[in-house]
């Protein structure tokens, strides 16, 4: 499934490229969920444009809920920037099943992506 969601952080490699970048969606609430981290599908181009865009956004923390803890250290950033991803689809804890970097999506608001789950299914409607 392809879904857009927000990037509120990055994490780098020690070569100081990006890694991963952290997603989130709004919840039914409005706060703000981190949803998991894509950490494929970016090309040179991607590691570029990204990176610069988001040195611009930077924050000195997580802008809302987060419900995984990492190892890692991260790079927390304003939630502005949307990215499309493809996943598998959710685990039983609303995270993103192996979520894969598609493409920056500028033309959207992150104010607008919103988890919108059929309650059941957990289909993203």
Known sequence: MNIDVIITGFTKWENGNIASIVLAMY???HRLTEIGK????FNDK????IFARLHAYSSPHFPGKLRSVSAEEIFWVNPVL???VNAKGWTDDLQLY???FLRLKDEKNAGRIYMNFQKKSRKIQ
């Open 46 to 49: 991607d590691i570029i444009n």
């Open 38 to 41: 894509a950490r494929v599908g």
């Open 82 to 84: 949307v990215c499309e």
């Open 98 to 100: 192996e979520p894969v």
């Open 27 to 29: 919840d039914e609430e």
